[in-house]
């Protein structure tokens, strides 16, 4: 079992950055891929970035390359998304998730484990 809290949400003006976090408990942190997820009111929830248990992959959404950074920190159970360039689209409650397995999974369904969600809201 795994629990997932994230932190670092908040307001933040076009083009600011912000990081967020998530820390995971349990020993077994290090055998889970884990990825954050997004979702604006209205909307599904959507991936955003994605990161092997080792650290050495990382995938990303087209709406998010070049502008967020997924990693992570296994010796203090946490990962990370950095996040450049916000846009007022990018407003949305952030979770982060975990799964067993390849972290080249893109469907929320593929998730086992969730975190209660960041707001993060890009203003203009």
């Known amino acids: 079992q795994v629990q997932l809290v994230e932190s670092g949400g908040g307001l933040v003006q076009t083009g600011g950055s912000l990081r967020l976090s998530c820390a995971a408990s349990?020993?077994?942190?290090?055998?889970?891929?884990m990825g954050w997820f997004r979702q604006a009111p209205g909307n599904e929830r959507e991936f955003v970035a994605s990161i092997s248990y080792s650290g050495s992959s990382t995938y990303y959404a087209d709406s998010v390359k070049g502008r967020f950074t997924i990693s992570r920190d296994n010796a203090k159970n946490t990962v990370y998304l950095q996040m450049n360039s916000l846009k007022p689209e990018d407003t949305a409650v952030y979770y982060c998730a975990g799964r067993r397995g390849t972290a080249q999974v893109m469907d929320v369904m593929k998730y086992d484990y969730w975190g209660q969600g960041t707001q993060v809201t890009a203003s203009s």
């Open positions: 349990g020993r077994t942190f290090r055998n889970y891929a």
